[in-house]
């Protein structure tokens, strides 16, 4: 009898060391896991400068080089050992955004920079602006842990190539949006090979001013003069964020004012007005 309940405790403990590793595997490390800003292909990507140089947004979704070139995070998901973290789903892998400020109610972990809520900017403003929380991977981790979160959309059965989604919208800008997974907020690198927390997710708004408070004459999601003065005083005491065209080169000049001079248009670009029509 002795000896039986010696085995099954044997057993038991054999049993448990099998399981335990299991159960911990499917935890995200986030010392482990990491983002990649990159363009172009998946198979032959762009990371670094020259992707972050691609990520500008507008209220209507609308700026070609977004889309085009496929502006995407690279996301990668390890456990504790190292290993990849596979079939996690689309929805648990996310930029994070509160929707507004703490002086207009919102809170959470995500970035409360980033305007994109219809409580202030919905149909009653004109704007009629989409709810964004969360910017979801494009599909789940594959089998060696990576998905992509393309900015401008996803492409359904084609993770990291970018299709405009008219839902997916949002002004402002902010230099750390949190990357979440399964609730574990991960940090980017600006390279593959790269060391973690050498980049934070951001990108840049042709929106880069106005719509934080609750105030009537503070419209957000939509390009107006008050960006208008943003952008020219960027021009006298360099601001990054206004730095759209020859990007990272330190002075914002009359390159970057002619590009957001396109977003002007048609009473300036908003949730439901620029080139890329009214959806």
Not at 224 to 237: P, W, Y
């Amino acid at each position: 009898m002795m000896l039986k309940v010696a085995k099954l405790g044997i057993a038991m403990a054999v049993l448990a060391v099998l399981i335990v590793p299991a159960a911990y595997a499917g935890v995200p490390d986030p010392t482990q896991s990491f983002y990649v800003p990159q363009i172009g292909s998946v198979t032959t990507p762009t990371e670094g400068t020259l992707a972050i140089n691609q990520m500008i947004m507008c209220p209507n979704n609308d700026v070609t080089g977004l889309r085009s070139n496929n502006a995407r995070l690279k996301v990668v998901v390890r456990a504790s050992d190292g290993s990849p973290i596979a079939n996690i789903p689309a929805a648990d892998v996310c930029v994070m955004f509160n929707g507004g400020t703490p002086v207009q109610g919102f809170s959470g972990v995500g970035d409360d920079s980033i305007i994109a809520n219809d409580q202030l900017n919905g149909p009653a403003s004109g704007r009629n602006c989409p709810n964004v929380r969360c910017i979801p991977a494009d599909a789940p981790t594959d089998a060696s842990g990576t998905t992509y979160i393309t900015f401008a959309g996803s492409t359904p059965g084609s993770p990291g190539v970018s299709t405009r989604d008219p839902l997916r919208k949002w002004g402002g800008w902010a230099g750390n949006l949190p990357v979440m997974v399964l609730g574990y907020a991960i940090q980017g690198r600006l390279t593959t090979g790269g060391v973690a927390g050498s980049y934070t997710a951001h990108v840049k708004n042709v929106d880069l001013a106005g719509g934080r408070s609750t105030l009537s004459n503070d419209p957000g999601e939509i390009v107006t003069s008050v960006d208008n003065n943003a952008i020219s005083g960027a021009a006298l005491s360099y601001k990054y964020f206004a730095d759209y065209v020859n990007r990272n080169d330190t002075r914002v000049d009359s390159f970057d004012k002619n590009f957001w001079n396109g977003h002007t248009l048609l009473g300036g670009h908003r949730c439901n007005v620029g080139n890329a029509g009214p959806n």
